[in-house]
Nanobody
Framework: LVQLVESGGGSVQPDGSLRLSCAASGSSANLYCMAWFRQAPEKDREGVAA???????LYAKSVKGRFTISRDKAKNTVYLQMNNLKADDTAMYYC???????????????????WGQGTQVTVSS
């Protein structure tokens, strides 16, 4: 069982920035493929950004150029730097891990085996 703990959410004005963190437990955490998803009220959970073991990344079109996913293997932590935030970015943000041996960077929620509890991001003036 992988434990994922998100932090860094909060309220910010439009055009502001936030950095989310996801700390993963387990000695094999650096072998996981990781991703960030978000879910707004009454909407489906959507993939935002993903990163594979080698550092290859994938972004949703809606955030490309504004969000950056990265990982610190020494800290078993994945980050999501969010810049130029918009009201449409308001959602609960979840960290997810794909622990399968053949994992890759994916924005499909079905491939992820473990999820964090989420951290709220609110963008409002």
């Amino acid at each position: 069982l992988v434990q994922l703990v998100e932090s860094g959410g909060g309220s910010v004005q439009p055009d502001g920035s936030l950095r989310l963190s996801c700390a993963a437990s387990g000695s094999s955490a650096n072998l996981y493929c990781m991703a960030w998803f978000r879910q707004a009220p009454e909407k489906d959970r959507e993939g935002v950004a993903a990163i594979n073991r080698a550092g290859g990344v994938l972004y949703a079109k809606s955030v490309k150029g504004r969000f950056t996913i990265s990982r610190d293997k020494a800290k078993n932590t994945v980050y999501l730097q969010m810049n130029n935030l918009k009201a449409d970015d308001t959602a609960m943000y979840y960290c997810a891990a794909d622990t399968t041996s053949g994992c890759g960077a994916s924005l499909k929620k079905e491939v992820y085996t473990d999820w964090g509890q989420g951290t709220q991001v609110t963008v409002s003036s």
